[in-house]
């Protein structure tokens, strides 16, 4: 008969996920951030995408590492979101460059008024759809450690 998990087991399966997540998204947001450019902008100036790249991968990384490092009960935020935040120098690029903005829905307008290119992910698969079990096994891990903390706290 094998052991319950305890909640530093579940806390070190969180930090093993999240590590996969960080890795993955590193991995895929560069080449994802060139394909929603080159596909809306043909043209860009090669150089300046790679730089912008770069410059918002060295933000990305630390943002996404301090979410995804975060105790759980910090609330320092979610991937997803700091996955829809590098989009903000491409999306100037796509500007400068003088892409067409594309139609959105109200909801989107009022939600990412500065998403004139829709490039904000709803989901992680809208990125890779590699990202797609480990985004929904890091949210379920998260909230998994969170409501055991809670129910050890009451007991």
Same mark, same amino acid.
């Given at each position: 008969?094998?052991?319950? !998990?305890?909640?530093?087991?579940?806390?070190?399966?969180?930090?093993?996920?999240?590590?996969?997540? @960080?890795?993955?998204?590193?991995?895929?947001?560069?080449?994802?951030?060139?394909?929603?450019?080159?596909?809306?902008? !043909?043209?860009?100036?090669?150089?300046?995408?790679?730089?912008?790249?770069?410059?918002?991968?060295?933000?990305?990384?630390?943002?996404?590492?301090?979410?995804?490092?975060?105790?759980?009960?910090? %609330?320092?935020?979610? !991937?997803?979101?700091?996955? *829809?935040?590098?989009?903000?120098?491409?999306?100037?690029?796509?500007?400068?460059?003088?892409?067409?903005?594309?139609?959105?829905?109200?909801?989107?307008?009022?939600?990412?008024?500065?998403?004139?290119? %829709?490039? %904000?992910?709803?989901?992680?698969?809208?990125?890779?759809?590699?990202?797609? @079990? !480990? %985004?929904?096994?890091?949210?379920?891990?998260?909230?998994?450690?969170?409501?055991?903390?809670?129910?050890? *706290?009451?007991?």
């Amino acid at each position: 008969m094998t052991a319950e !998990p305890t909640l530093a087991d579940d806390e070190a399966r969180l930090a093993e996920i999240a590590a996969g997540l @960080e890795q993955s998204l590193l991995a895929t947001l560069p080449v994802w951030l060139e394909q929603q450019v080159r596909s809306r902008l !043909p043209d860009v100036d090669s150089g300046r995408l790679a730089a912008e790249i770069s410059a918002t991968m060295a933000e990305f990384a630390s943002s996404l590492a301090r979410v995804l490092r975060a105790d759980v009960d910090d %609330g320092a935020g979610n !991937p997803l979101a700091v996955v *829809r935040a590098a989009t903000v120098r491409v999306t100037q690029l796509l500007r400068e460059g003088g892409a067409v903005a594309v139609a959105r829905d109200e909801f989107d307008v009022r939600a990412f008024p500065d998403d004139l290119y %829709g490039l %904000g992910p709803a989901a992680f698969v809208d990125v890779d759809e590699s990202l797609h @079990e !480990p %985004g929904l096994m890091w949210g379920a891990a998260r909230a998994h450690v969170h409501l055991r903390r809670r129910r050890e *706290r009451t007991t």
